[in-house]
């Protein structure tokens, strides 16, 4: 029996580690299978946009009034107000025009598609409002130039003319997007801003306005990041 | 974004994090139990003054010549990919969990394309031809925190990866080698190694940092590092010195077919019998460097950006105004200035790239005609990573048919065990070794495993006919000699005569 074993143990061996080879689990596996976890998330807080830049020109009242690039014709019968500006002739309005909503932008590119998701956005307003009256913005995403959800912040409260000097007032508002406003906000690719202001007694009192009162408004997103897994 | 998109993201992430976590610049080693054996031509290539007890000539080409695969971590890859109900998901969490606080990440593929060992009346001289790839990456948890953490809670407003090391060259090698028995007990050789260099990347103590506002209103991207990189593709220079692309035309065939870096290194080998049963071996390969002058350059990694948003001033003004700029210019320009914080500034020049000097040895002991049992250590040191292995090893013969197990100790963290075996026909030899058995069955599931395997053709082989003469013939003895010496051997008269 030994030496028979014996005589046969290469052949033994080989059959052994055939079965061996054969017996082996791989882990193979095809790239198009592999997906990222479903309930892995990135907590991100980024700013989006700003109406400051880092040589520190910065948007003002008048930016917020209407889109200059188009013709305003004024109604001389109307009551009027005069913009004020430091480096050109000032520009008379009518007073209704900073009361009245404006699209100051009509369709700004909005790039931020990539290769992943995001969920539970809020857009975080943070504005210092240096201008007489409460501003109102609100945003909309275009998707084949139909206006998605209106995203609608409060409005960011006026600074107090009644003290000297004038100090600008910071308003902070987030804004949690709902599933309509987070799904135009991910797939759009453009971006309108229309603004108005608050009527106050303010301009009962000038009818001369400077163009100038800094506003410095921001937009910061919060969200959480997910890839996608399609 | 459509499913084609989405699948080139995917692999897009798997490539960066695990081609990151795949990467070359010669760590090759081989199981330490091949070293039992000195006649198998892998063990002759990684000592060269190994050579083969009879006169048979060896000759291995691409196909035959197999291959030797090593992976090396401080993880298994089945931290990052895991398999819930059979399916592989990415799970940066679990990874994160699952890691050390230094984590490396090395690989390294050897395959000889050809060899041929032929022995002379005092040795041997042989000349082999074989493909290099290896790389290894060295990172600590903090590298993905940001992945686990994100920005959004105030504790992790400020992130920074600390330093990432990554080496990954690809090259080939051409060597004549020259073994000789030096006398009864020494056995040296040398090979003398023509290089040329395909691929390098090089990336030193890269650091990435991230700082975010507390108001989020703004993010501090800042990068410092610098390394080396050499590519056998074209490939285009932004005006700011940062790669915009590489033409993948035909990459591959430019791999194999680059020629423009060349190098030279050495590998010294000795083998001495202590006595009929113990011998020790000791090998220093890889003393050489290779100069890439060919595609080749100096990366500096010293990006720095402030993120404040994309610009609303030159959105809502329009081009009549003074300083205007078109807004989705901007867009593009604020973009272009993230990416080329990430990305490192070239300057082309050549360079001169050392190997990393790999040392061996290797002892032997004969415990029976059918046992033998080895200790071996391998290392490898290049620049900060140093890898170590050290086997114990036995050997059973059968004939021609070799069987090795071993128990390996990879640095200080991870022990396997494994086995392989080498049988010689008259006209080849065979053989398969893996110093980690148990990741035949789960590679994903194991820090270290390495597989080599090969064929070479034999000519001249003399065994088979030897044996065959013995098994007809005269019979071969089994009865043992006496320990008493001849009695003439005290008799200096007659012995004269």
Same mark, same amino acid.
């Given at each position: 029996m030994i030496k028979s074993f014996k005589k046969h143990l290469t052949k033994f061996a080989w059959i052994l580690f055939i079965l061996f080879l054969i017996s082996c689990k791989t882990d193979e596996f095809k790239f198009d299978e592999i997906t990222i976890k479903e309930d892995f998330r990135i907590k991100l807080k980024s700013p989006l946009y700003t109406g400051k830049d880092k040589k520190g020109d910065i948007l003002e009242f008048a930016d917020f009034i209407y889109n200059w690039s188009k013709p305003l014709e004024v109604d001389t019968t109307l009551p009027y107000t005069v913009l004020e500006y430091e480096n050109r002739t000032p520009? /008379?309005?009518?007073? =209704?025009?900073?009361?009245? &909503?404006? =699209? /100051?932008?009509?369709?700004?590119?909005?790039?931020?598609?990539? %290769?992943?998701?995001?969920?539970?956005?809020?857009?975080?307003?943070?504005?210092?409002?240096?201008?007489?009256?409460?501003?109102?913005?609100? /945003?909309?995403?275009?998707?084949?130039?139909?206006?998605?959800?209106?995203?609608?912040?409060?409005?960011?409260?006026a600074a107090d003319f009644a003290r000297i000097p004038i100090v600008p007032v910071t308003s902070i508002d987030t804004v949690l997007l709902d599933s309509a406003q987070c799904e135009s906000f991910m797939k759009s690719k453009r971006l309108k801003l229309t603004a108005w202001y608050n009527r106050n007694d303010f301009i009962n009192q000038n009818d001369t306005l400077s163009a100038h009162y800094p506003i410095d408004y921001s937009i910061v997103l919060i969200g959480m990041v997910k890839a996608k897994n399609e | 974004m459509n499913k084609l998109q989405d699948q080139h993201i995917k692999k897009r992430f798997v490539f960066v994090i695990l081609s990151l976590l795949l990467t070359t610049s010669g760590f090759s080693q081989i199981p330490g139990s091949l070293f039992m054996v000195s006649d198998n031509f892998y063990s002759q290539m990684y000592n060269p003054s190994y050579m083969r007890s009879d006169k048979a000539i060896e000759i291995s080409v691409l196909g035959l010549g197999g291959f030797t695969f090593m992976n090396q971590g401080s993880f298994k890859i089945s931290d990052f990919i895991t398999t819930p109900e059979g399916k592989p998901v990415i799970d940066p969490i679990n990874f994160y969990n699952n890691i050390p606080e230094n984590n490396y990440f090395r690989q390294n593929l050897s395959v000889p394309m050809a060899y041929v060992h032929v022995p002379t009346r005092k040795g041997a001289i042989s000349f082999y031809y074989k493909e290099n790839a290896s790389s290894v990456f060295r990172f600590k948890n903090e590298a993905i925190e940001y992945l686990i953490n994100g920005n959004l809670e105030p504790e992790y407003a400020d992130y920074s990866s600390d330093k990432?090391?990554?080496?990954?060259?690809?090259? #080939? %090698?051409?060597?004549?080698?020259?073994?000789?028995?030096?006398?009864?007990?020494? =056995?040296?050789?040398?090979?003398?190694?023509?290089?040329?260099?395909?691929?390098?990347?090089?990336?030193?103590? *890269?650091?990435?940092?991230?700082?975010?506002?507390?108001?989020? #209103?703004?993010?501090?991207?800042?990068? =410092?590092?610098?390394?080396?990189?050499a590519v056998p593709v074209e490939y285009r220079i932004r005006p700011d010195s940062t790669i915009l692309s590489?033409?993948?035309?035909?990459?591959? &065939?430019?791999?194999?077919?680059?020629?423009?870096?060349?190098?030279?290194?050495?590998?010294?080998?000795?083998?001495?019998?202590?006595?009929?049963?113990?011998?020790?071996?000791?090998?220093? &390969?890889?003393?050489?460097?290779? *100069?890439? &002058?060919?595609?080749?350059?100096?990366?500096?990694?010293?990006?720095?950006?402030?993120?404040?948003?994309?610009?609303?001033?030159?959105?809502? #003004? *329009?081009? %009549?105004?003074?300083?205007?700029?078109?807004?989705?210019? @901007?867009? $593009?320009?604020?973009? $272009?200035?993230? #990416?080329?914080? *990430?990305?490192?500034?070239?300057?082309?020049?050549?360079?001169?790239?050392?190997?990393g000097p790999k040392t061996m040895i290797h002892y032997q002991h004969e415990y029976s005609e059918f046992l033998s049992l080895g200790i071996t250590n391998q290392s490898v040191i290049q620049n900060n990573n140093f890898q170590n292995r050290f086997t114990l090893s036995a050997l059973q013969k059968w004939s021609y048919l070799s069987i090795f197990e071993s128990?390996?100790?990879?640095?200080?963290?991870?022990?396997?065990?494994?086995?392989? @075996?080498?049988?010689?026909?008259?006209?080849?030899?065979?053989?398969?070794?893996?110093?980690?058995? /148990?990741?035949?069955?789960?590679?994903?599931?194991?820090?270290?495993?390495?597989?080599?395997?090969?064929i070479c053709v034999l000519l001249n082989n003399k065994r088979e006919k030897e044996s065959k003469k013995q098994k007809g013939g005269a019979r071969k003895r089994n009865g043992k000699f006496s320990p008493h010496l001849p009695f003439y051997e005290n008799m200096p008269d007659l012995k004269k005569k």
């Amino acid at each position: 029996m030994i030496k028979s074993f014996k005589k046969h143990l290469t052949k033994f061996a080989w059959i052994l580690f055939i079965l061996f080879l054969i017996s082996c689990k791989t882990d193979e596996f095809k790239f198009d299978e592999i997906t990222i976890k479903e309930d892995f998330r990135i907590k991100l807080k980024s700013p989006l946009y700003t109406g400051k830049d880092k040589k520190g020109d910065i948007l003002e009242f008048a930016d917020f009034i209407y889109n200059w690039s188009k013709p305003l014709e004024v109604d001389t019968t109307l009551p009027y107000t005069v913009l004020e500006y430091e480096n050109r002739t000032p520009r /008379i309005i009518p007073t =209704d025009l900073i009361f009245n &909503r404006s =699209d /100051i932008i009509d369709s700004l590119a909005f790039l931020i598609d990539g %290769e992943y998701e995001l969920e539970d956005v809020q857009l975080v307003f943070n504005v210092a409002n240096a201008s007489p009256f409460d501003l109102n913005t609100e /945003i909309s995403f275009l998707i084949n130039g139909i206006a998605g959800p209106p995203i609608l912040p409060a409005a960011f409260e006026a600074a107090d003319f009644a003290r000297i000097p004038i100090v600008p007032v910071t308003s902070i508002d987030t804004v949690l997007l709902d599933s309509a406003q987070c799904e135009s906000f991910m797939k759009s690719k453009r971006l309108k801003l229309t603004a108005w202001y608050n009527r106050n007694d303010f301009i009962n009192q000038n009818d001369t306005l400077s163009a100038h009162y800094p506003i410095d408004y921001s937009i910061v997103l919060i969200g959480m990041v997910k890839a996608k897994n399609e | 974004m459509n499913k084609l998109q989405d699948q080139h993201i995917k692999k897009r992430f798997v490539f960066v994090i695990l081609s990151l976590l795949l990467t070359t610049s010669g760590f090759s080693q081989i199981p330490g139990s091949l070293f039992m054996v000195s006649d198998n031509f892998y063990s002759q290539m990684y000592n060269p003054s190994y050579m083969r007890s009879d006169k048979a000539i060896e000759i291995s080409v691409l196909g035959l010549g197999g291959f030797t695969f090593m992976n090396q971590g401080s993880f298994k890859i089945s931290d990052f990919i895991t398999t819930p109900e059979g399916k592989p998901v990415i799970d940066p969490i679990n990874f994160y969990n699952n890691i050390p606080e230094n984590n490396y990440f090395r690989q390294n593929l050897s395959v000889p394309m050809a060899y041929v060992h032929v022995p002379t009346r005092k040795g041997a001289i042989s000349f082999y031809y074989k493909e290099n790839a290896s790389s290894v990456f060295r990172f600590k948890n903090e590298a993905i925190e940001y992945l686990i953490n994100g920005n959004l809670e105030p504790e992790y407003a400020d992130y920074s990866s600390d330093k990432v090391n990554l080496i990954s060259a690809g090259y #080939r %090698e051409f060597a004549v080698g020259y073994a000789k028995h030096y006398n009864k007990k020494l =056995d040296v050789g040398i090979h003398a190694k023509l290089l040329f260099g395909s691929a390098l990347v090089k990336a030193q103590d *890269w650091n990435f940092k991230v700082k975010t506002a507390p108001d989020g #209103r703004m993010i501090n991207f800042d990068t =410092d590092g610098g390394g080396k990189l050499a590519v056998p593709v074209e490939y285009r220079i932004r005006p700011d010195s940062t790669i915009l692309s590489f033409d993948g035309y035909q990459a591959f &065939r430019k791999y194999m077919t680059t020629y423009k870096n060349p190098g030279l290194a050495v590998d010294l080998g000795l083998t001495y019998q202590i006595s009929d049963k113990d011998k020790i071996s000791v090998a220093i &390969r890889d003393l050489g460097f290779i *100069w890439f &002058r060919d595609k080749s350059m100096t990366m500096y990694a010293i990006g720095k950006y402030d993120y404040i948003g994309f610009d609303l001033i030159n959105a809502i #003004r *329009w081009p %009549e105004e003074p300083g205007y700029v078109d807004p989705v210019r @901007l867009i $593009d320009i604020v973009k $272009d200035s993230i #990416r080329s914080v *990430w990305q490192p500034k070239v300057v082309e020049e050549g360079f001169a790239y050392g190997l990393g000097p790999k040392t061996m040895i290797h002892y032997q002991h004969e415990y029976s005609e059918f046992l033998s049992l080895g200790i071996t250590n391998q290392s490898v040191i290049q620049n900060n990573n140093f890898q170590n292995r050290f086997t114990l090893s036995a050997l059973q013969k059968w004939s021609y048919l070799s069987i090795f197990e071993s128990i390996s100790l990879h640095d200080v963290n991870s022990v396997s065990i494994g086995a392989g @075996l080498q049988y010689e026909l008259q006209f080849a030899q065979l053989f398969l070794a893996s110093d980690n058995l /148990i990741a035949f069955y789960h590679p994903a599931n194991n820090k270290t495993f390495s597989v080599t395997a090969g064929i070479c053709v034999l000519l001249n082989n003399k065994r088979e006919k030897e044996s065959k003469k013995q098994k007809g013939g005269a019979r071969k003895r089994n009865g043992k000699f006496s320990p008493h010496l001849p009695f003439y051997e005290n008799m200096p008269d007659l012995k004269k005569k």
